[in-house]
């Protein structure tokens, strides 16, 4: 994550060798903290890459999404599929949800990407509903029950060692930190700042050269790749994959995450990812005396509002708004 | 299944899907603001309707009651909530994306709060009228006493507001207002007040709209989610600026998804609502219904 | 009722649109302010009307200070805008676009406001034959009638016009201007027009008001400055 933030570019290798770093800082962190912890950690990495995925989608190609779930639900279902069906191991089951669900964005980006505003909105909403209830439908995706999807034990003699959420944490951990270099190359690369271009002004960035359709597609369809990580990371969490994983709430859940962080940076997905995972830890420890109602609701209640106060007055992001406050007391 | 059976089947559904298309345009034409929050707020006011019906048990008093609240959430969202960010998001990369934001944001705490006020139980919800299908010549058709009750009460709503709209000073206003709020404005009208009142009509048609709905679908606090959705396809086969536009939208999208089940089974309605959704945005996206008008986003 | 403008800036984000601009406007006079493209002249009928806020200055219609009301209590007040380019709502008639002027007024002068809109009608006797039309099918000259007399409804004493010649024809636009001219004269209303096409605004003004680069460089008496070539060349390119 200093990679991003530093404000001289580092190349790509620097990136990568700062990525390594970071994930062997994570590996001896997670000797280190108790199960329970290690399994929010391994939440924490999944809603990351969805968010990362929401952040290119809206944040530089200006597209915006109210449906990042149904990408999940594709990602997650074809790499359960695979699984069970062809008997494909669950790494590669990995590579197949990244690659099914960035086809599917592909589809879609060739139509969504057409639409704009409140109509992008509504389509892509419709499409958060009618991705679980499509495969609530189909008899070989298990209905109700879903299929499972377990990542099982640590392999060889690891597996006694190591505890079965100490390997969920690493697998997640490192999909997120894999997700984070690519997207942060991508992003300072030149498809990134056709994104951008295309976000700030379409006719100017036509007029320069770049094709806006084209630039939104493909923006759709990275992001759906994204997306279909982040669907199976968040599958290996839950240990199935089921219409009730993939819910309205679950994209709405990732887009606040994004804006909260702030949508306009990969690097506000780690920030977004960790206040939606920890504000409803925080209630559930105060409110143990209190009802379930409160301890169920309040969470949710108090980041709907952080969602509408951050979009009132920092619509970027948190960053923005320390800069608003640092630039007010200079004056 | 004969043909007609399955026409009928849809016509009481489609009149709500009407309703709900019918306060997303009302919303629509005055901020420019698709009010995904209408379904948080069509939800609390049925359950302010409910409350008032295990209080006092009278079910028209509750019909009112929720119509009142709806009508008062739409102006409460309105006045101190949208105005505030309206005005706030005009500029930054996401200007055309933070109204919507800010709208699940709201859905998000309205649903919040109705699960901490009424828990988040599906709660079923009473109906004045039998359910049960009319005998017409010792045949039951797939239309009853309620589904009668809801078309003609969705038809009187309509109508009344067609009065509002095409007869009365205050509907020339809305419509000034929606086409062309600056001139609006330098023609004396306060445009803020009229914007506040289209978001109170609109509360109150969801409101109405929720108590119709309710005793199908129950209630809890994100039951009315995908009535939003197929409100909102509604709206867009209208073309998203007509409400009469909308409303026919509504109506076809009830007989037209009740010949899909019918026919193809219960699981294609979904994807049949989703894929017309789509093909109207690309095709005709100034609405099947909507003559003329531009698309603007 | 004289307006007085006093050391009036606007700006347009960080471009100066009006710099420190004093006038007045006298009672039953027509003021032609005129000026290239970009001079500020619809900014300073914006800000009159409210539509726009003023950076610093005064504007004053008599004690009332506009500067600080919102754009329907300015109409309230007597001052009606009709802004460029033929503004009417396209998706209502003639008739309802009429019947919106008079909306404010009509609770307690419901009479007066169907005598306005039949003088109205009177005043452009096209207007009354279109009724029932959808303003959207209007040709330009007419549309340009329509806001005026949407304008006309509200009973102003002060009318300010932007651009009425705009992308119409020379005929239409000698009509048009020669109304206004009538109009001011059986009323005894004030008029403010902001003009490109000088000639035609300064034949019928008593009064001229010549802005350059957000500047007031003259306001003088009209027709001396129709008669002064120097000035002519230098602001008005002719």
Redesign the interface.
Known sequence: MLAVRSSHKPSATKRIILAIAVGALLFVASNLIDEYRIFQGAQVAAYLVGIISIVLLTGYSGQITLGQGAFMAVGAYSASLVVQEFGLPIWASFFVAVIAAALFGAIIGISAGRLSGPYLAGATLAFAVGIPALANAIPILGGEQGLSFDIGYAPGKYADTVSPYKWLFWICALCAIIAIVIAVNLTSSGIGRQWRAVRAHETAAALSGINPARSKVLAFTVSSGFAGLAGVSFSATVGLVAPSSFTLALSFLLLTGSILGGISHISGALGGALIIVIIPTIFESWTEEASLGVATYLPGIIVSALLLLSIALAPEGPSELLHKIRHRHRH | MNLINTLIAGVSIGAIYSLIAFALILV?RSTR??N?AQAGQAAFSTYVGLSVEKAVGNYWLALIAAIIAGVLVGAFVEVV?VR??VK??TS???????P???M??????F???M??IW??DYQPYPTAFSRDGISIAGNQIPFSRFDLFVLLTVVVAMSFAAVIFQRT?LG??M??AA??P??????????SRIRTLGWAFAGGAGGLAGVLVAPTTFIAP?SF??LL?FG??AA?IGG?DSLIGGVLGGLALGIGLSVVTGYLGG??T??T??VL??II??VR?QGILGARGA?R? | MTLRVRGLTIDHGAIRAISNATFNIPQGSITAVIGANGAGKSTLLRTISGLKRATSGNILWEELELHRLQTEQIVRAGIVHVPEGRSVVTELTVAENLALGGIWRSRNNKSDVLAAIAEVYELFPRLGERKKQRADTLSGGERQMLAIGRGLISRPQLLLLDEPSLGLAPLVVEQIFQTLAELQKSTGMTILLVEQNAMSALRIASQGIVLDQGQVVIADDARAIMNDTALRYAYLGY
């Open positions: 629509w603001v698709v995904f909530i505030f960010i706030r998001a930054a990369a996401t200007a055309t994306v933070a919507v934001i800010a699940l944001g709201l859905l998000g705490i649903q919040g709060l699960g901490l828990g988040g000073s020339l206003s419509r000034a086409f062309a600056e001139v609006t404005r330098l023609a004396g009208i306060r445009v994100n989610d995908l959705v909102f396809t867009v998203l699981s294609y979904f994807m609502a989703f959704l789509i945005l690309l996206p698309r986003a």
